[in-house]
């Protein structure tokens, strides 16, 4: 049993280390225990891949839920729990689960939970977080070397043919069927505010896109984002699509597959859109773009590097220099030269929507 971190960009930055240790071990049968908005990750990066959905706000909610997700654990019978999530709570579950092997990093007081706490590395012995994961199983034993079994610039993960009829009906229910440039924003970002640009600026960038693509904007998002989804809009001159909030993860990823072109902040829907292969601009603010920045071939990161960068912090204390010093110019001309080096066929005809 694996469980299976809680943020969309650890999911997609821990795929190397589960298929490191399908490798390593491939006639074990491995399933994951992850909550339900990572679970299309795991079911998009190998479709025959097993999950327990654990959802601690239906179904598991409560003692009662929980219990009943243990009953459902116990009754699987692991050999072996690996916990790449780094909360008690992980460890807490595998031990109530009876399962006799429990190996994860000794953090969050949990190390006399498991048969294997293992030291955490320090940050700057491993680098990008994705080396975070190998290095758990590399340490405990599990795999030789702590390397992904591919390149980590190799597209992470798919959209199965079986799952594109629904962005089929959805382009057409939209007025975008036919041949079309599709340009998908990510504006948000959970984290926080530090690690968003700003709206007016997206809003800017989005009509130069139209101007110089006839591109046809998607603004993504989740459910919370909507509002700062709609404030672009409202700051747009023409008139993009809005799917913030109204759709779930695995039709988002059908979906961005579309686009000939996403910009988004340093957020699980960058690591997604990356790995999948898309051409990704992805702007840096408080983070660490050598630790966290996006895997995936087309991928490029946009910094205006500051002294004070990286901070890691949610909310910026000063002037929120790192992002102030982000133009529209630089994302725009970034964006085009990833258009123009991508390989994906400007097929357009002329723009048709917009005001
Ligand atoms: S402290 Fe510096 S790096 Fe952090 S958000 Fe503010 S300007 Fe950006």
Same mark, same amino acid.
């Given at each position: 049993m694996i469980r299976a971190t809680n943020w969309i960009g650890?999911?997609?930055?821990?795929?190397?280390?589960?298929?490191?240790? !399908?490798a390593r071990f491939p006639t074990a049968e491995i399933v994951l225990v992850a909550k339900p908005w990572v679970s299309d990750v795991y079911s998009h990066s190998d479709p025959a891949r097993r999950i327990i959905v654990y959802d601690s706000r239906g179904e598991h909610q409560g003692i009662a839920g929980f219990s009943k997700l243990i009953g459902q654990l116990q009754s699987e019978r692991f050999d072996a729990a690996v916990l790449f999530q780094n909360a008690f709570h992980a460890a807490w579950m595998a031990w109530r689960a009876g399962i006799p092997v429990r190996i994860g990093y000794a953090r969050d007081s949990r190390g006399f939970?498991?048969?294997?706490?293992?030291?955490?590395?320090?940050?700057?012995?491993?680098?990008?977080?994705?080396?975070?994961?190998?290095?758990?199983?590399?340490?405990?034993?599990?795999?030789?070397?702590?390397?992904p079994p591919r390149p980590l610039t190799d597209p992470w993960l798919s959209v199965g043919a079986?799952?594109?009829?629904?962005?089929?009906?959805?382009?057409?229910?939209?007025?975008?069927?036919?041949?079309?440039?599709? $340009?998908?924003?990510?504006p948000g970002a959970a984290f926080g505010p530090a690690k968003r640009w700003f709206p007016d600026r997206f809003a800017a960038l989005a009509d130069r896109l139209v101007a110089a693509l006839s591109a046809d904007v998607l603004i993504f998002g989740?459910?919370?984002?909507?509002?700062?989804?709609?404030? %672009? $809009?409202?700051?747009?001159?023409?008139?993009?699509?809005?799917?913030?909030? !109204?759709?779930?993860?695995?039709?988002?990823?059908?979906?961005? !597959?579309?686009?000939?072109?996403?910009?988004?902040?340093?957020?699980?829907?960058?690591?997604? $859109?990356?790995?999948?292969?898309?051409?990704?601009?992805? %702007?840096?603010?408080?983070?660490?773009?050598?630790?966290?920045?996006?895997?995936?071939?087309?991928?490029?990161?946009?910094?205006?590097?500051?002294p004070c960068n990286p901070c890691g912090?949610?909310?910026?204390?000063?002037?929120?220099?790192?992002?102030?010093?982000?133009t529209v110019a630089t994302v725009y001309r970034?964006?085009?030269?990833?258009?123009?080096?991508?390989?994906?066929?400007?097929?357009?005809?002329?723009?048709?929507?917009?005001?």
């Open positions: 650890d999911a997609v930055m821990s795929l190397p280390a589960i298929e490191a240790l !399908e939970l498991l048969t294997d706490p293992i030291e955490p590395p320090p940050a700057a012995s491993y680098g990008h977080q994705t080396f975070y994961y190998l290095h758990l199983l590399f340490r405990a034993g599990l795999i030789a070397r702590p390397e079986g799952k594109k009829n629904w962005v089929t009906g959805f382009l057409e229910s939209s007025g975008l069927h036919g041949p079309r440039f599709l $340009a998908g924003l990510f989740s459910q919370t984002e909507r509002p700062l989804a709609e404030d %672009i $809009a409202r700051q747009m001159s023409h008139t993009p699509i809005l799917v913030a909030g !109204e759709i779930t993860l695995g039709q988002s990823m059908t979906l961005m !597959e579309q686009c000939g072109l996403i910009v988004t902040n340093d957020s699980g829907s960058m690591h997604v $859109a990356a790995a999948l292969g898309l051409p990704v601009v992805a %702007i840096f603010g408080s983070t660490d773009a050598r630790a966290t920045g996006p895997l995936g071939p087309n991928a490029r990161v946009i910094q205006h590097l500051v912090l949610r909310t910026c204390p000063i002037d929120f220099r790192c992002m102030e010093g982000m970034a964006a085009l030269e990833l258009v123009k080096a991508s390989e994906k066929p400007l097929n357009r005809p002329a723009h048709t929507r917009g005001s």
